[in-house]
């Protein structure tokens, strides 16, 4: 009897599990559209530019490649990493503590499955965020 070899797959990645890119737009779009609406984040919201499109784009090919999926915004900004991309600012911790909870609602409010996952992604993105914070 020969034995079949059985093909490899990759594992699937947070990124894969929670939906790809689709998913990963949608929490970036709920999470501006906050950032742009709610006066709790208006801090936050002055720290950025008028015209929020380029965000809008850059973030969720950052989270993509984040969570082990296509890694295009690392390949079109070598060398950077969100700490050096936001060297530049001055972010205090209500800041950085605005960013994570906007955050953490944009994930809930989209509520992509697993929710265990997601929940897991949204707090260790909230943890990033509120390292950058400074008083």
């Not at 034995?3 to 990645?13: G, I, K, L, V």
């Not at 970036?28 to 906050?34: A, I, Q």
């Not at 001055?90 to 697993?114: F, H, L, N, T, Y």
């Amino acid at each position: 009897m020969l034995a079949t070899a059985t093909a490899r797959t990759a594992p699937e990645t947070p990124f894969d599990r929670l939906g790809g890119h689709a998913t990963f737009e949608a929490i970036c779009e709920r999470f501006y559209d906050l950032m742009d609406s709610d006066p709790a984040y208006w801090e936050l919201r002055a720290m950025h530019a008028a015209d929020l499109a380029p965000m809008r784009k850059s973030l969720p090919l950052f989270l993509a490649g984040w969570a082990g999926g296509p890694r295009d915004w690392f390949e079109q900004n070598l060398g950077k990493c969100m700490m050096s991309a936001h060297k530049p600012y001055v972010i205090s911790k209500a800041v950085a503590g605005q960013w994570a909870e906007a955050m953490r609602r944009a994930v809930a409010d989209v509520a992509p499955e697993p929710a265990e996952l997601a929940e897991a992604m949204g707090k260790v993105l909230g943890e990033l965020a509120t390292g950058m914070g400074k008083d």
